[in-house]
């Protein structure tokens, strides 16, 4: 019977959501005096918006806040089970709304899942100003969201939750539902370390070890509620960097298989994979360099295509492009000519560039010498110092 009763109540993460802007937690960056946001909800002008960030962030938060910051009816779809139909409907009640006087905000979670179509359906309508569209997307909307729907609408960066953040989430259900006590601090810690950034799947844990807990809500009792455990490795933490410092070492050593080894560590613990690949282009360019050129085209491409594909399937990309980088030769001679620049020029920033290799807009430049001797010629060369005299003599490039 207590067990029906437990299961048939709301759910906890839908209980502890944010009634205003002020009680979201972690989205400093968005929400706050002189924030997009917090803006936004001052002047009372609605904005077609595209939240971009990963799961359990505040993206359906936020825009049932602004819906009724707007006083407008609140409509929510998903992309997953939503068809045309349903957009058609959504036009109907937006119809019906704007004759009373009401304006509609649209929320389309998962975007990102409708086709180009299905994506045109909703721009003249937007357009009219008939919809206020909110869209929720975990991937990147420059390649998932039609072009016209992205330029009438401003994207939000919504950042994954820190730890601490998610700890706070944590306290603050129990302060609300009277449950304090029962937290232990190693209890409030494994739960943040379990969700991954993501504040709904740390209150659905909380909410099982809940029930299970006799007494206290500790780390044991959490790993039993929950039937998972945290991986070593802390994004934000000393693992984070070490295992990303042995994987570019691993490569820089031509060592494939210690390299796939880190990669699957990061991968398996849920790194960010445009973060590796990321730090890959600048291996390329930095410890490959001249030795082999393609190898910057192919850590670009690698970028490219995780951004497109995301998880799982990137793993794939990535292993690929690791076992390139890694069995090629290396060079730094460009990488080591560029900080020697950087450490030169930093020391005489002051030192003025030759007159002969300024440009001479006017006739008075000409005669002082500006440009002198030039010609717009292919590979075109004078016998004469490119740098500054007082360091003509300095070799930046030295191979």
């Known amino acids: 019977m207590c067990y029906y009763f437990y299961m048939s109540r709301v759910p906890l993460a839908e209980r502890m959501r944010p009634q205003s802007l002020e009680d979201v937690i972690g989205q400093d960056e968005i929400i706050g005096d002189g924030k997009i946001l917090t803006e936004i909800v001052k002047k009372r002008e609605p904005v077609n918006l595209i939240f971009w960030g990963p799961p359990g ?38 119809k019906v709304n704007w004759n009373l006087q009401t304006r509609t905000v649209l929320f389309v979670d998962e975007i990102h899942r409708f086709n180009k179509a299905q994506q045109d359906a909703f721009l003249p309508h937007v357009e009219s100003g008939l919809i206020i569209l909110i869209g929720a997307t975990t991937e990147n909307p420059s390649f998932e969201v039609i072009s016209p729907l992205l330029s009438r609408s401003r994207v939000v960066v919504v950042s994954p939750l820190s730890k601490d953040a998610i700890k706070q989430v944590i306290r603050r259900a129990g302060e609300k539902e009277g449950f304090s006590e029962k937290l232990t601090e190693d209890g409030v810690d494994y739960l943040a370390e379990l969700s991954g950034g993501d504040a709904r799947s740390a209150l659905g844990d909380l909410e099982l070890a809940l029930s299970l807990a006799k007494d206290k809500i500790d780390a044991e009792v959490v790993k039993t509620a929950a039937g998972k455990k945290v991986p070593g490795y802390d994004k934000k933490g000393d693992n984070h960097y070490d295992n990303i410092s042995a994987f570019i070492k691993s490569m820089r050593g031509s060592d494939v298989d210690a390299a796939l080894y880190y990669l699957a560590r990061m991968v398996e613990a849920g790194e960010d994979p445009k973060f590796i690949a990321r730090r890959m282009v600048i291996f390329a360019s ?29 793993g794939l990309i990535l292993a690929h492009t690791t076992v390139a980088l890694a069995k090629s030769k290396k060079n730094r001679d460009s990488a080591n000519a560029w900080y020697a620049a ?58």
């Open 57 to 94: 962030t505040g993206k359906t938060t936020m825009a049932k806040i602004l819906a009724k910051e707007y006083n407008a009816d609140f409509v929510e779809i998903s992309a997953v089970t939503s068809g045309k139909k349903d957009i058609e409907r959504v036009v109907e009640r937006a």
């Open 286 to 314: 930095e410890d490959i360099g001249l030795a082999g050129n393609g190898a910057l085209s192919l850590a670009t491409a690698c970028f490219q295509a995780v951004e497109r594909v995301g998880m799982p399937e990137s």
């Open 342 to 399: 950087q450490s030169l020029a930093k020391k005489t920033m002051g030192l003025p560039v030759p007159t002969w290799l300024r440009n001479a807009p006017t006739k008075l430049m000409k005669e002082l010498g500006f440009g002198e001797g030039q010609k717009w010629e292919a590979g075109f060369h004078l016998d004469k110092n490119y740098l500054p005299d007082e360091i003509k003599n300095e070799k930046i490039f030295d191979a």
